[in-house]
């Protein structure tokens, strides 16, 4: 079976929705199947972590983050003669026009989704957010013989992770360690905000600030870390990291379940407008403290949030076992049994 997935990184969509596919990926060779990406050029992509995950990977042009043009990735399947059975599609510009003109070169369609906001023809639609209307969300957008799977279970959780889970319980005690992580690009500069509020509250807690691959304002972020006697982590084990740690900052973004699976506490911060909902969710169900989107968020409301979790070892206890009830790791296979699993 063989399979292409299509998905981009840049500085300004940030690196997750290809580090996610990655890790369908692996879940997909590991069941036989072939599979290949294509991706955007231009920087911050990450066409060499890709080839360096083992996988083959092709560029296509693109605009200002855009999907593109569907025929340019027909005319790169034609050309290397790629003959896939299923082209898998995370990207914001995916509808169904782009969607139906691919039907040309591939029977089946998977699309990765959590807007919820235009129509789809695809046969599977995975969104791995947490709604409590999580299937109700794509009546009317997908086909009603589409496959659609909703919610955290099917969270595209990287391996480390799971094995850092089996070695971690909820958290109980003081908080030790603080880890800020804002994903793979932080375009608003949070993890700088971050930084000055926890040393303000704790000047003696140990404190690592992750910047990430596609991050534009790591001289800005390594100067303010210097300044405070903060760690910076690059190029890391995100796994150990969250799984040592105590409390976490960060946005509702791919790396919410991630801390999620190692159960650790944390205080979430949407840096782009797709991280509001879900923010809110997680937040009213009391898997995480959210405290709005960051052009909202004061230097002093972002201090009251840390200080009452901080505060609160048996808050920090609740929001750790409840998330690591919500987030088990096994995603990434149940997604791939389904698509190989439908003829």
Not at 141 to 158: D, F, H
Not at 209 to 238: F, M, P, Q, T, W
Not at 248 to 253: E, F, Q
Request: glycine share 8%; net charge negative; with cysteine.
């Amino acid at each position: 079976m063989q399979i292409v997935i299509r998905a981009d990184a840049s500085a300004t969509i940030g690196t997750g929705h290809v580090m996610r596919c990655l890790t369908l990926a692996g879940a997909l060779r590991i069941l036989g199947a072939d599979v290949r990406f294509v991706t955007n050029r231009g920087p911050g992509n990450l066409f060499a972590q890709i080839e360096q995950s083992g996988f083959l990977a092709y560029t296509v042009d693109c605009v200002s983050d855009e999907l593109g043009d569907p025929n340019a990735l027909i005319e790169l399947a034609c050309r290397e003669r790629l003959q896939p059975d299923w082209i898998v599609i995370d990207h914001y510009g995916a509808d169904t026009n782009y969607e139906t003109a691919l039907r040309r070169v591939v029977r089946r369609i998977m699309v990765i989704d959590d807007l919820a906001n235009r129509k789809h023809d695809c046969d599977v639609l995975l969104d791995v957010n947490f709604h409590k209307d999580a299937l109700a969300r794509y009546r009317g957008l997908v086909s009603s013989v589409a496959t659609v799977l909703a919610g955290p279970e099917y969270a595209l959780i990287r391996p480390e992770f799971v094995e850092s889970r089996s070695q971690v319980s909820a958290r109980k005690g003081p908080v030790r360690h603080v880890v800020i992580s804002f994903g793979g690009a932080d375009p608003v500069g949070m993890s700088i905000r971050s930084m000055d509020a926890i040393r303000h509250l704790r000047p003696d807690v140990r404190v690592t600030v992750v910047i990430g691959a596609a991050c534009e304002l790591r001289d800005e972020i390594r100067a303010k870390a210097i300044e405070l006697n903060i760690v910076v982590a690059e190029g890391v084990s995100i796994s150990r990291l969250f799984a040592s740690a105590d409390l976490g900052i960060g946005a509702p973004g791919g790396t919410t379940w991630e801390r999620f699976c190692v159960g650790l506490p944390s205080v979430l911060i949407a840096i782009a407008d797709n991280q509001f909902s879900v923010g809110t969710a997680v937040g009213d169900a009391k898997y995480a403290i959210y405290a709005g989107p960051a052009e909202d968020v004061t230097d002093g409301a972002l201090e009251r949030n840390l200080r009452n979790i901080l505060d609160d070892e048996e808050l920090r206890h609740g929001l750790s076992l409840r998330s690591m009830q919500l987030v088990d790791g096994k995603g990434a296979n149940r997604v791939a049994e389904t698509i190989v699993g439908i003829q």
